[in-house]
């Protein structure tokens, strides 16, 4: 079935420092990438999203990066900062009308200070 | 704007007891809504959703069972409690008509003694 592969599970850096998450997708029909922040005992919160139409997006210190070809698309934190600290979850859209949505498996993302 | 309220934030249950989760969004009209469990450090795995009044589509076998007795009103339910039942259950919405991004409640923990 479809699946999506994300990689590292955990990732440590220093404050400042770029983080970088990867995920790769298995469903030639999704068209629909967003990617979730999820801070502990929360619900996920979308930070950004992008579409099938788009190569990159960005949106201050964040960016996404999508190649459709090779079925990959990255998370990009520039600057980073404590408040960085969380788990980030990508995910591909199933291709269909219900919305459904399948998700990696998640980022354990520590910023040092 | 679009709120999504989620209740209650913790619970626990003795096994064998009945459940009841209910969740409600405000500020938009005929969402598709779906039904997360989140195992402790791990992803998202989709229990239920539902395109609209009375239709609910299960995602896996289980203990579990959901309605939707209104149109921004999703409930998760049990019979009877499993120890496997406990876990971090989240309720999102979203957008009719596909690659649209959910929005998550903040979740109910749920553990079963």
């Known amino acids: 079935g479809e699946n999506v592969e994300q990689h590292p599970s955990t990732l440590s850096v220093q404050e400042g420092d770029s983080a970088v998450i990867k995920c790769t997708y298995s469903d030639s029909a999704s068209n629909y990438f967003p990617w979730y922040k999820q801070e502990l005992g929360k619900g996920p919160q979308l930070i950004i999203d992008i579409r099938s139409n788009v190569g990159e997006k960005k949106d201050q210190r964040i960016a996404v990066t999508l190649n459709k070809t090779a079925k990959h698309f990255s998370l990009h934190i520039t600057e980073t900062q404590p408040e960085d600290s969380a788990v980030y979850f990508c995910a591909a859209s199933k291709g269909s009308n219900t919305g459904k949505l399948i998700f990696g498996q998640g980022t354990t993302l520590q910023v040092k200070p | 704007s679009q709120t999504i309220h989620q209740w209650p934030a913790t619970l626990v249950q003795p096994v064998g007891s009945p459940l009841s989760l209910e969740c409600t969004v405000e500020?938009?009209?005929?969402?598709?809504l779906y039904w997360y469990r989140q195992a402790a450090g791990r992803g998202l795995q989709l229990l239920f959703y539902?395109?609209?009044?009375?239709?609910i589509s299960s995602e896996v076998p289980q203990n579990l069972s959901a309605s939707r007795p209104q149109d921004r009103q999703f409930i998760l339910s049990s019979k009877k409690l499993l120890l496997s039942d406990s876990g971090f259950y989240l309720c999102?919405?979203?957008?009719?008509?596909?690659?649209?991004?959910?929005?998550f409640g903040d979740g109910t923990r749920l553990s079963i003694l």
């Open positions: 500020g938009t009209s005929n969402p598709n």
């Open positions: 999102a919405w979203a957008r009719q008509g596909g690659n649209q991004p959910q929005h």
């Open positions: 539902s395109v609209g009044i009375g239709q």
